[in-house]
C-alpha cells in the first residue's frame, strides 16, 4: 500500500517526495503505543489514523483473529526433514568447512574435504557458468582416512569415501555436514560429523583455523570387532615450487595440552657437494679456438638475433651460450663460418658429463665431443632446432683417465652450427624418458584419435596455437592433443 507526501506526512513527519510506502515515524510510533496502552484495542480505522495523524485512507487494519488454525501456527516452527543425497548427487556437494581465515575448504558428498584454497593464489571469480557446469571434487595433495577392522581372525580396511563404501548419504545442516558410512561386509558402520565452528555473534569461536571432524563407529554385527581410523595426508607445502627447485619435504609430530598432530614443512635442500661446474663461458679461458665461427667469445642470450628464438626459450643455464651461429662475424651467412673449441685436459672421477646442445644435425661435424686417448667416447648434435636439449655422455667405463671435450662445426650449409650451454661433470645426470624426436608413437600404447599419427614440429601447427607465443618446446617435435 502506498501514500502521498500530503496524505501521510503532515506536519513535521516528512518523507522523501513521491509515492512512498507507509512506514512510522518514532513520534507516530510513540503515538500509536500510548493509543494503544490506554485503549488496549483499536476498533476502527479512523482511530488508527487519529493516533498516527495521518488520513484514515493510509491505515489498515489487521484484525486480532486471524482465523489461522493452531495446525498452521505450529508448521511455522517444525523444522521440516533435511535433504539427504546419495548416489551420482555426491560429486557435486561442496559445503565449506575452512576455518577462518584460512582459505577456501570443502567438505564433499563423500565425506572427502577439497579444493584446499591454501597456495596464497588468486581467488576464482563467480560466474552462472558453474551453475551450468558445477566443479567437482579435486584436491592439489592426497590425504583422506581409511577404517581398519579386526574381527573372526580377519583384518580389512576400507576408505572413508564412495569409492570405499557402497551406501554413502550425505546430509547437509549448516553448519555441520553428516555422512553415513555402510557397506556389505563390513562390521562397521560410520558417521562423519565434519564443520568449521560457527556461533552467532561470536567472533572469537567462529573464525578458529580449524576444521573439525568428528568420526563415530558403531557395530552392527553380532560379533566384537576391533576397529581404528587412520589418517593420512600428503606434505602439502610448497606444491608449485618443489617441482622447480631442490626441496626437503619433512613432517614431525606434535603434542600439546590441547592437541596432538603432525607439522608439515619444508626446507631449500641441501647441495650434494657432487656436481662440479666444468665451463659456464664466461670466456674462453682454457679453451683452444680454431677457425672463426664461434666469434670472440661466449654470447649472452638476449644479444642472439630474433631468428634464432623463433621456436620459443632456448632453455639456456645461465644466460650465456657458445654458438657457431656467427652473426657477429659473418652477418649475411652466419650458417658460413667454421671453428672448433677444445677444452683443457681434465681427469674423468665423475660418472657422466652433462650439457645442454642445439642446432644442426650433422653427427661429427656439427656436434659435440668427449675424447679419450684420441678417441670420441661420447658424441651428440642438435636436432634442427634452436632450444637446447639436454645430453649426458656415459664415462663411467673410463675413469681415472684423461679426457678433453671438442665442440665442433666444419659444416658451411644450413643448420651448419651449433650451440652449447653449461658443462657439468655430475654423479647423476637429469634422464630424458621421451623427446619426441621422431614421427611416430613407437613404444606408446595410443587410444582415440586426439593426438593424431605422431609428434608434430612447432613449425606445423596453426598460427591460433602460437597467440601466446612461443611453445618453449625442448627440441623440434613435441605431441598435442589439439588435433588441428
Known sequence: ???????????EDCCPSGSQPLSL????????????????VIASRAQAAAALGVDESCVVLVPEDKGLSKEWIAGL?????????????????????????????????????????????????????????????????????????????STRTWTLDAAGFDDV??????????????????????????????????????????????????????????????????????????????????????????????????????????DVVFEDWQDFTGWTVEGAAFGDGPVQVNALPAIVSRYGDLNVHNGRIV???????????????????????F???HDYVQTRVSGGNNPGTTCVN????????GTATGSETEPLLPVAFDLRPHKGKTATI????????????????????????????????RTTYDGWTVEGTAFGAGPVTVDEVPDGMKRFGGFNALGQRFVTSYNY
Open 370 to 377: 668427449v675424447v679419450v686417448d684420441g678417441a670420441v667416447v
Open 1 to 11: 500500500m502506498t501514500t502521498t507526501d500530503q496524505d501521510c506526512c503532515p506536519g
Open 77 to 153: 516452527r517444525h523444522r521440516g526433514n533435511p535433504t539427504v543425497s546419495s548416489g551420482k548427487a555426491l560429486k557435486y556437494i561442496g559445503m565449506p568447512v575452512g576455518g577462518g581465515c584460512c582459505g577456501e575448504l570443502y567438505l564433499g558428498g563423500d565425506g572427502t574435504l577439497w579444493r584446499w584454497d591454501i597456495l596464497n593464489e588468486p581467488a576464482n571469480g563467480t560466474s552462472d557458468v558453474a551453475y551450468a557446469q558445477p566443479p567437482e571434487p579435486f584436491a592439489p595433495f592426497k590425504q583422506g582416512f581409511v577404517l581398519r577392522t579386526k574381527a573372526g581372525g
Open 347 to 349: 681427469t674423468i672421477d
Open 406 to 437: 671438442e665442440i665442433v662445426d666444419s659444416v658451411t650449409a644450413a643448420w651448419g652450427h651449433v650451440s652449447v650451454d653449461q658443462i657439468l661433470l655430475t654423479n647423476a645426470p637429469d634422464i630424458i624418458v621421451e623427446n619426441w624426436e
Open 169 to 274: 548419504r550425505f546430509t547437509g545442516q549448516y553448519p555441520i555436514g553428516r555422512v553415513d558410512y555402510t557397506t556389505a561386509g563390513c562390521p562397521v558402520a560410520v558417521t562423519l560429523e565434519a564443520f568449521s565452528p560457527f556461533i552467532p555473534l561470536s567472533t572469537d569461536d567462529s573464525t578458529t583455523p580449524a576444521t573439525v571432524l568428528v568420526y563415530t563407529l558403531r557395530n552392527t554385527s553380532r560379533y566384537s570387532v576391533e576397529a581404528e581410523l587412520l589418517g593420512f595426508s600428503e606434505n602439502p607445502v610448497c606444491l608449485r615450487s618443489r617441482t622447480s627447485r631442490p626441496i626437503t619435504l619433512s613432517g614431525k609430530a606434535f603434542s600439546s595440552e590441547n592437541a596432538r598432530g603432525v607439522e608439515f614443512s619444508a626446507a631449500a635442500a641441501a647441495a650434494t657437494g657432487d
Open 25 to 40: 515515524s518514532r513520534r507516530g510510533f510513540l503515538a500509536l503505543s500510548g493509543a494503544g496502552a490506554a485503549t488496549t
Open 323 to 345: 654458438t657457431s651461429y656467427d652473426f657477429r662475424g659473418n652477418a649475411d651467412n652466419p650458417d658460413g663460418s667454421t671453428g672448433k673449441l677444445t677444452s683443457k685436459p
